[in-house]
């Protein structure tokens, strides 16, 4: 028997079940800057809450003089998202729905929140026609004022006006949301990232005055080769139009001219990323001004290369969610800009909006700073694929008016960005009809940008020919494939045509990502290749609660009780949730850095390439430090005038032996970064000898107790390990082959899809387990030297341990040698041997590179120097905890409060963290550690590289540790 519902419950279900796009709305527009009245709406709102459609009724809620029970409505702030102000849980899923696949029938289990709000209107306002603006719900919401339904909003991410004229009356009027958090339309917006329904973006009425300005459309378009601009400003007028409108651009001298003409301009300077010229501009009519700033810039394709300006362009991006650890989606201005600031800062240039409009006002931030945008339509049903693609809405008919209006509003409130260089009609949402329509739409509507989609191989109605997390050798060889003449295919003619471009790639993931530069090589060596966004800027964790030692609890898909999730995949962004940089973003810096530099073999030169789009270097000064033997210094490098794409050869005089750093910086404060900001560098390190004694080595002694005495250190002959240094108690040292694994670890690498992760081909093997049989204990003249076999329980591979000791009586030399035996079926993640202290480091001091972490195919920002960090920042703590922190190290002191160790060799990787790699490996988020009460060190011959296949490429083959004989020299040293 069906469950009875009210006539309003029927009602609801029926729209809920609709494909169709909201009623009610007016045309979608531009996003103007208009001097006509407006009253913001933000701020506290009641609302109430019913388990699912099913339970709605008709209480007249909706009206002024409704009676409604106190105790069920509570407030909540607007904008916001109901399941963090305590209605309601968040819950992530990255590909799968949620809830069954049922198009277009969303599951009955669905939250209903019904919003009141009570509001005077400002006088102001009732003197002309208004409507009301809804910027961001996120769900299927109906809207009412004063109990008279204006409408109903589909499209969580993107701008809503609802007319209102004639229903805002003056006085006290009441608006009210219905909100459900599932509807046909959930299955369009699956789209990697927190489900999290509420209006999260601003409610704001507007006056629209008779005769005033209700769409632009600025078309300003420049001629690289005379300097040119061509200016059209096309205008739709409001009702009751008196007058035509007019046009004024005074710093171009254009005053009251008229709209909907071009406007040919002698000369203008053109808006780029690196130069964002805007000039102010205004729209009038006698009942309104329209206040717009105009860039000027020409996007385009030649050749099979993207463009600006006539210019070759390449992107530098990330691909950016809107994400607050407190406040979800939304995101205040302020901190938008500081992101901004923060990429600029870090070389970025470009930014994907994955994977739906930002808030109407980053554009402006975007437009002012200067960044290449892909604005992306509010799109993806990625959960399709789970079923084969059956019923996906894309190739559905009943589906194309709401894909129709979706990517309508998207443009139309964009249009007039200069930063806007290319549309996306979405993410990961198959093929099919739907998308094809409104491919040729969006190109009709606007054919001075590009249009993009990733998920069709076929590229027949896109302007840029995209993938995700392809592999290094495959971006190579589409960047080298034969000349579309020689495809007979008409499709693959088109796609050869195309600049290629990676929307997705390096995900950035735990420890990573591995391998930008081998990415970036590739980009800067094959002109058809526009670069790439990496995947991605933020991570999405939710605030939660302190850990034992006080730590700030990070939270992530599963920390909330959902059933369907996918765990901490949304932990992906070079940036932490608080945006504090992670050591990812410093490697970025470097390989996206506008100048690349040089340094010859034998220091005879500098070869400066410049790789800005229109920048000479004149902003730029360049300085080079000597770090040796006599105490540093610094001289300023004289540079050459080298325009934008060019390169110079710059003479040098260097001292042999010394660390030599080159550095440039910008002279003055812009472009987002103070003066004294490092633009580039380079550096070029003389090989440093394996450290020795300087005094004549001390023999071994043994004592009747079992104990092995060398200089200040002691073994148990029983097992041939030390066990003190001095005072320091040394525990558990061992040799290991295994590290706590990452997410990238944990990952399937597309490269090999028929392998299992790397972490579960070590757990097959038992790396981590790893057991030890003596062989022998021996005395070589001086040396101690001990032979050990280590192997995993159930294999017949293992590796043969030589470790030779010596000491000068004040410290301990290790030469230690790791061969393998057998048939090992996995690379390893290390070599090199564990130690244990039973006290917790407070910091450590090293002389080596840094200050960020280094693994083989990371740490492109790391230079070499004398660093000091605290014990969390040497470990680098992630939020699921991992593998990190390496530093390769010459010299490096680990401070035990009272007493040190200290560590020397040569650019020997060396770790230090508080806790195991079993109780790393064990633990799910980071609060969750213990508190710190000793110190786990591993001093490695060599480690694996980490690569990206949390999603996408593994580990190079060049980056891989196959099983090999390794050798390390260290020595070690109590002080303090």
Known sequence: MTTPTTPTATRLLTDLASPLPGRGALPPRAHLHSDAPRQVLDGTWQVRLRPSPRHVADDGWQHLDARLDPANWTPVQVPGHLPLQGHGSPSYTNVDYPFPVDPPFPPDDNPVAEHRLVLVAAPELLAHPCVLRFEGVDGAATVWLNGVELGTLRGSRLTTELACTGVLQPGTNVLAVRLAQWSAHSYLEDQDMWWLPGLFRSVTLLARPRGGVRDVFVHAGFDHRDGSGTLRVDVELSAGAEAPATLSVPALGLHDVAVGVPHHVVSVAPWTAETPTLYDAQVHTPAETVNLRIGFRTVGIEDACLLLNGVPLLLKGVNRHEHDPRQGRRVDLAAARAELLLMKQHNINAIRTSHYPPQADFLDLADELGFYLIVENDLETHGFERVGWRSNPSDDPRWLAAYQDRMQRTVERDKNHPSVLVWSLGNEAGTGANLDAIACWTRDRDPDRLVHYEGDRRSRHVDLYSRMYALVDEVEAIATEPPAETFTDPDEQHRRRLPFLLCEYAHAMGNGPGGLSEYQDLFHRYPRLAGGFIWEWVEHTLDGPTGPD????????????????????????????????????????????????????????????????????????????????????????PLPEIPAGSSAVVPLRLPPSATVTVVLRRRTAGDGCPAGHEVAWTQQVPARPIPSFAAAPVAPRRDSDGLIHLGPAVFDEHTGMPVRLGTLALHDVAVGLWRAPTDNDRGMASEEPELPPVAEQWAAARLDDLRTRLIEVTADGPALVVRTRNGPPVLDAGVDVTWRWTSDGNSVALECTIEPYGRWPCDWGRAGIDLRLAAPTTQVRWTGWGPGPQYPDTGQGARYGTFVADRDDYAVRTVRPQEHGARRVDDATIDLGGSALRVRGSALPLTVRPWSRGVVAATGHDHELPVPTETWISLDATVSGVGSASCGQGVLPQYRLAPATQHLHVLLQQTG
Do not use: I, M
């Open 550 to 637: 006080g730590r700030p609890g990070q939270l992530y898909g599963g920390d909330f009780g959902e059933r369907v999730h996918d765990g901490n995949f949304v932990v992906d962004g070079l940036v932490h949730a608080d945006r504090t940089p992670g050591p990812g973003l410093a490697d970025l810096a470097r390989v996206f850095s506008p100048v690349s530099l040089e340094l010859a073999a034998d220091r005879s030169t500098l070869t400066v390439v410049n790789r800005y789009h229109s920048l000479d270097l004149s902003h730029l000064e360049a300085s080079c430090t000597f770090d040796g033997p006599e105490p540093a210094s610094s001289v300023p490098v």
